[in-house]
Nanobody, 119 residues
Framework: QVQLVESGGDLVQPGGSLRLSCAAP????????MGWYRQAPGKERELVAA???????KYADSVKGRFTISRDNAKNTVYLQMNTLKPEDTGVYYC?????????????WGQGTQVTVSS
């Protein structure tokens, strides 16, 4: 089974920053868009940001101007730089291959990484 491994989550104060990383097998990373999704307590999982293999990006309105998604194709890794974090950014963050049009997730989910924004 293909595994996506997320890391970088932590407890951070409001206004702080975190950088999440996701390592993916080359077989799914190389030709796919990659997305970061999050699931807040009691809410459905939602798209946060996505990036195509040629660098086109998509952001949820709630994170525009604060989060930046990037990918290192040589390392099969996608990153999410999160700045000016807010309590409402709290949740489990997952990465996944994404449909490049609908941004829907394409693979099974990994374990995710917990982000908690609290004072």
């Amino acid at each position: 089974q293909v595994q996506l491994v997320e890391s970088g989550g932590d407890l951070v104060q409001p206004g702080g920053s975190l950088r999440l990383s996701c390592a993916a097998p080359g077989s799914i990373f190389r030709f796919n868009a990659m997305g970061w999704y999050r699931q807040a307590p009691g809410k459905e999982r939602e798209l946060v940001a996505a990036i195509t293999s040629d660098g086109r990006t998509k952001y949820a309105d709630s994170v525009k101007g604060r989060f930046t998604i990037s990918r290192d194709n040589a390392k099969n890794t996608v990153y999410l730089q999160m700045n000016t974090l807010k309590p409402e950014d709290t949740g489990v963050y997952y990465c996944n291959a994404a449909d490049r049009t609908s941004w829907a997730p394409l693979r099974s989910w990994g374990q995710g990484t917990q982000v908690t924004v609290s004072s």
